[in-house]
């Protein structure tokens, strides 16, 4: 999660709000690392994962 928002350039405050909000969209999906209950992860939900397929696969040259 820390990562996430760093790469965001924004503030954390803004970027878990928006977190939030995709992952009740079910754009992203929250899993938390066995090894370490502190670390979150954070990945691409289903539907975004087809839907950016569907993008790409519509771009010249993919």
Do not use: H, N, Q
Not at 6 to 30: D, N, Q, S, Y
């Amino acid at each position: 999660m820390t990562s996430l928002c760093i790469a965001a350039a924004v503030p954390p405050t803004t970027a878990l709000r928006w977190i939030k909000v995709m992952t009740e969209k079910g754009w992203l999906v929250r899993a938390r690392d066995p090894a370490d209950g502190r670390r979150v992860y954070v990945g691409l939900g289903t539907d975004a994962l087809v839907r950016l397929d569907l993008y790409f696969a519509r771009l010249p040259g993919f």
